[in-house]
């Protein structure tokens, strides 16, 4: 592994910390604002990792992820659940559909905000230009690590996490328990059947793992795609 490489699972394991403590915060402060105080009082409205931070989800699984020899998938983690008391909403279905949804649309905006920072790049030096076009069309020179020890680093970093935060809010949406998807789709079901739903455990995971990936891929891939045009266009 070069050390170009290992430069690059690093900023990827330190944006995954930050996109799961940015998807947890949102939940807390949507579930705030809808009424329910519970993970405002356990200090849960911050971006600081320390109050998010799994030892599983969020440190084991994601480095053996990135150093396991061999492994090409897609980087995915998870934060402590952050949690909500629905019983005081003043709306429950509303309002647990919204705070839900504040997670995925947490990492959509992370994502959207990434981009504008490249085309600024792009705009802002000629160095700028060329390390995000390059990132774009996937040929990375790795001259331009050294050659650029700022602005390339710089690029990379929004570039990643426009990755990774289209991945966590795909992935979240996905109808499988315990993802965020499956807190939605729950209230669409009926009662016989939302007990069997709840109920899923062991064959929710293996879904995840079987179909997963290609799933949240199918949808990432070209909005990625769109993303790169944009940016391969300024």
């Keep these: 592994m070069s050390q ?3 430069v690059i699972k690093i900023f990827q ?6 996109a799961l403590s940015l998807h947890e915060a949102a ?3 949507m579930a705030s604002r809808l009424g329910d105080q519970t993970a405002r ?6 971006l600081n990792p320390v109050k ?15 150093f396991l020899p061999g492994y090409g998938g897609f980087l995915i983690g998870w934060a402590r659940p952050t949690p909500v008391n629905t019983r005081n909403f003043k709306r429950i279905t509303r309002d647990d559909i919204l705070t839900t949804l504040a997670g995925p649309a947490s990492n959509l905006a992370a994502a959207l905000a990434c981009t504008i920072a490249l085309v600024v790049l792009v705009h802002a030096t000629p160095t700028g230009a060329l390390a995000v076009r390059e990132l774009a069309g996937g040929a990375i020179d790795p001259t331009l690590m050294t050659a650029s020890p700022v602005i390339f680093p710089m690029a990379l970093i929004f570039y990643l996490a426009i990755l990774l935060n289209l991945v966590l809010a795909v992935f979240n ?3 499988l328990p315990p993802l965020d998807g ?3 789709f729950r209230h669409m079901l009926p009662y016989n059947a939302l007990r069997i739903y709840d109920s899923l455990g062991m064959i929710s995971l293996i879904l ?4 997963g990936g290609p799933v949240v891929m199918f949808f990432v891939r070209p909005a990625l795609a769109l993303i790169d045009a944009v940016l391969l266009s300024l």
């Design 13 to 18: 394991f330190a944006i995954l910390v930050f």
């Design 208 to 211: 995840m793992l079987l179909v």
């Design 41 to 46: 009082m356990l200090g849960r409205v911050t």
């Design 27 to 29: 939940h807390a402060w």
């Design 4 to 6: 170009q490489d290992i």
């Design 52 to 66: 998010h931070i799994d030892p599983i989800g969020t440190i084991l699984i994601p480095l053996v992820m990135l």
């Design 182 to 184: 499956s807190h939605i």
């Design 173 to 175: 949406l996905l109808p």
